[in-house]
């Protein structure tokens, strides 16, 4: 397990768990619950989240950026050009060309538009950009989006802080065979054990925000999510049973007394 790095765009990580900086009571608590969650990558809402504007806290005051990698995302984004507009600053900014790419369709459900999505991918990549990009659980899609060049593949599980868990096991299998991409589950996940099932359908990582900040203890939560995700990743690589529709006795039946 100390082997298994979780690269992205070519750099290696330790955690297979990324961790989102909303919705904490403060900074501290964001701060601590990511130290214990044990996350290498974090992400950062650069239309929401204070990076720059120094009569202000600072998230990097808190998250110390040379320790833990900031993944700048374009959360709250309706179309392609705010979208862009917001990357092309975060790289202004701090210089961040591995990116999250998010465009939502609408504000209720939160799905992701992926016409819009597909165009902003093909003019990142364009222009050096590595991008993550968060999309439907649509097999053909997200090949799609693997042609335009995308750095990883990340469908949710579920609508933007339901927290119902995946609830398309089919199309993320399908997803997995046919990418050699990073695929990380986005969105939806609850508790723990849905990051473990994720890890076991084969994912390469998970990304968790609102089950942790809005857990009644996060940092017991950011300690299960870390334990969640380093067991189904042991899981996955241990090779499961065959499942059968009869029962198999664990002792041998041949030779018995």
Avoid: H
């Amino acid at each position: 397990m100390i082997q298994d790095k979780f690269i992205v765009a070519k750099k290696k990580f330790n955690s297979r768990l990324i961790v989102g900086t909303g919705k904490y009571k403060n900074m501290n608590e964001c701060a601590k619950a990511i130290k214990i969650s044990g996350a290498d990558i974090v992400t950062v809402a650069v239309r929401r989240v204070n990076i720059s504007d120094k009569k202000k806290p600072l998230l990097m005051d808190y998250i110390d950026p040379k320790k833990i990698t900031y993944l700048p995302n374009t959360a709250g984004c309706f179309n392609s050009q705010d979208a862009l507009r917001t990357l092309r600053l975060a790289r202004e900014i701090g210089g961040w060309k591995l990116v999250k790419l998010e465009v939502l369709g609408d504000k209720k459900n939160l799905f992701p538009e992926m016409i819009e999505t597909l165009k902003s991918t093909e003019i990142l990549t364009n222009e050096g950009f590595k991008v993550m990009v968060y999309c439907n659980d649509d097999p053909l899609m997200a090949k799609r989006l693997e042609n335009a060049g995308a750095s990883a593949i990340m469908p949710l599980a579920a609508p933007i802080g339901s927290g119902l868990g995946i609830l398309n096991k089919i199309n993320i299998q399908i997803i997995r065979k046919q990418t050699k991409l990073p695929l990380i589950i986005d969105a939806g996940l609850g508790q723990a054990s849905d990051a473990t099932i994720a890890m076991e359908l084969g994912c390469d990582g998970v990304l968790v925000n609102t089950a942790i900040a809005k857990a009644k203890k996060p940092y017991q939560m950011a300690l299960a999510f870390k334990n969640a995700v380093l067991a189904g990743r042991q899981s996955f690589l241990s090779g499961r049973i065959d499942k059968l529709l009869m029962g198999n006795p664990s002792s041998p039946i041949k030779g018995i007394i």
